[in-house]
């Protein structure tokens, strides 16, 4: 698979390219003819940059690189002998994270009356590479993005006090334009300071005090307030300010039946169940609540939509299966082998369990989206279970007809111990 792009090769030489479109059409075909590639070439992988490698048992590898016609081109041959015989499996190798650099900028309102509420090296540990291993928001991007984000070059500025007071701002409401203002408010303070935000483009985090607000939107930039929320939540908390961070990322809020907000399994429906008490901020409120709270972590679908699901690390179902063995490892444990989701048409399959971001989901789950307008939506067992289990079954179809589109997909086992979830996946056209 390359991107938007599949490859056919059979043992005569014989292969295709073509494009896939975004309605899943196959398009822009070019045909390799018989003996246009040696018929020992038994693995195939998909390499950075439009690139793919052959490998045959013989120790013989061949690179080359595919156009955006579709043409093979800069063909490199690895004569017999050059590497191994017994090499039987190709992995893929993820690229170099992108840097993603974030402006953190720290306001404070003309007429604030009291100090913020945590010394600045609280806000440098929780946005930028200080705080790496405390579930930080470099920590939860690096895990929600399977290592394609890099935040932790993200740089704290300020604190600035503004002209404005806390009452000039009238972002939210019957003004919601008026959230720009904050923004370049606390744009044009650092500006004054000397610092120059334009290479952050939309990736500016404002931290107010006292708080005004909680918002992001790409295009945009995102705020919180450096205090706690009416529920006596820190809106600095990880659960919250990744989905407005998420925001920015042009990540809209996810669905369950179609409604927002109701997937409790993903931050981008926070403020939602499944939220744990951070193990490192563990401050408690007046009541025994903990103030800081993290996860629940990003679906696979989101993931996808960003371009952040490992594609090497997914299975693909292809369009006739019977009752297919597949096992899944959790979504956001990477340092496991195996699968990470599985892809059925245009259904997503995760596994879940209580550890990291995840503490406190009831219960170890797999769970099934699709990923329709930039939206992800749950999509529930034919129990009505949102989060299956074992024994569950989703099903899209009828199994008792001959004919006609099928997925059914049985979750055979779940092991929490062995962080292993079995699916029989079922399909047909």
Known sequence: MLSDRILFYGAGGRGVVESIGVDNILKDERVIPADGFASDWTQVAALQGGRILFYAPSGRIVICSIDADNAIKDVTVFPAGTYATDWTEIAFLQPPAKPSSWAVVLIKFSDATTAPSYPRERFTEVFGGAGVGKFNMVDHFWEMSHGTLDLSVSRVFGWYTIPQKKSDYTGSGANPAGRADLITWARKAAANAGENLSPYADHVFVI???????????????????????????????????????HVYSLDHSRAGGIEYRDSWDVMSNRGLYMAPH???????????????????????????????????????????????????????????????????????????????????????????????????????????????????????????????????????????????????????
């Open 208 to 246: 107010t005090h006292p708080p005004t607000d909680l918002f992001g939107g790409a295009g945009l930039g995102g705020v919180s307030g450096d205090d706690r929320d009416g529920a006596g939540m820190s809106s600095l908390s990880p659960a919250l300010v990744g989905q407005e961070m998420g």
């Open 279 to 429: 193990p490192v901020y563990k401050e408690l409120d007046g009541s025994g609540r903990p103030i800081w709270r993290i996860g629940p972590g990003l679906n696979a679908a989101n993931m996808a939509g960003r371009g952040w699901l490992d594609a090497s690390r997914v299975w693909q179902a292809a369009a006739t299966e019977s009752n297919r063995i597949v096992d899944l490892r959790p979504l956001h444990s990477r340092g496991l082998a195996g699968y990470l989701c599985a892809r059925v048409g245009p259904y997503f399959f995760e596994f879940r369990v209580k550890e990291l971001w995840d503490a406190a989901i009831s219960q170890p789950c797999v769970l099934v989206h699709e990923f329709n307008g930039n939206q992800s939506d749950l999509l529930p067992a034919t129990n009505g279970h949102q989060d299956l289990r074992t024994g569950d079954e989703f099903l899209r179809g009828n199994p008792a007809g001959p004919t006609g589109t099928l997925v059914q997909v049985k979750v055979l086992n779940i092991d929490a111990a062995t962080r292993t979830a079995r699916l029989s996946v079922t399909r047909r056209p």
